[in-house]
């Protein structure tokens, strides 16, 4: 029953380990999570382009100002 019950927890923290690594990876890239929605993640250059980044789950929705930007963070996130 006690591996059980360890077992179910691990499942349940899983999760929050797997947001909080995100976080950490978008924090390095530079990215600033919005205080309203902390599932929404935001990133202004000097040069007046954006990049949002959406979270939902596993799911992720990204605009940018160029193509470009997305197509960056999409091989970084993919490695």
């Not at 919005?34 to 993640?41: E, F, L, R």
């Not at 040069?47 to 930007?69: F, K, P």
Request: net charge positive.
């Amino acid at each position: 029953m006690c591996k059980l019950k360890n077992n179910l927890n691990r499942l349940k923290q899983a999760p929050r380990k797997w947001y909080l690594k995100f976080d950490r990876f978008m924090s390095e890239q530079g990215y600033t999570r919005c205080h309203s929605d902390h599932c929404v993640y935001l990133k202004r250059k000097n040069d007046g382009s954006y990049i949002i980044l959406l979270l939902y789950v596993d799911d992720m929705l990204v605009s940018a100002s160029n193509m470009q930007e997305i197509n960056v963070l999409k091989r970084k996130l993919a490695k």
